[in-house]
Nanobody, 118 residues
């Protein structure tokens, strides 16, 4: 399983960005997909996660500002980020949980940098 993320960049406070992450699943079935971020000097944290059925969970810090969604046909997960704050500056990485038979694996995509600054 390979993941390809896109959509990061520089945005002013209060602005919006949309991240995308597409998974090349091959013979695997993609279950949950999620976004994580790591700010300088901090540990990586969960931002949002979505199951294959569409159930979502968000970090408290992004609730009401970020929306995660997915296109199961394309094995693609999106993160719409609005009302961005400087504290949202981080490297954002997507993760996919993939299943093949009884085996389950986590795969990570390369990070994409989001910088919120005026």
């Amino acid at each position: 399983v390979q993941l390809q993320a896109s959509g990061g960049g520089l945005v002013q406070p209060g602005g919006s960005l949309r991240l995308s992450c597409a998974a090349s699943a091959g013979r695997f079935t993609i279950n949950a997909m999620g976004w994580y971020r790591q700010a300088p000097g901090k540990q990586r944290e969960l931002v949002a996660i979505i199951t294959s059925r569409g159930s979502t969970n968000y970090a408290d810090s992004v609730k009401g500002r970020f929306t995660i969604s997915r296109d199961n046909a394309k094995n693609t997960v999106y993160l719409q980020m609005s009302s961005l704050e400087p504290e949202d500056t981080a490297v954002y990485s997507c993760k996919a949980t993939a299943r093949r038979g009884i085996d389950v694996y986590d795969y990570w995509g390369p990070g994409t940098l989001v910088t919120v600054s005026s």
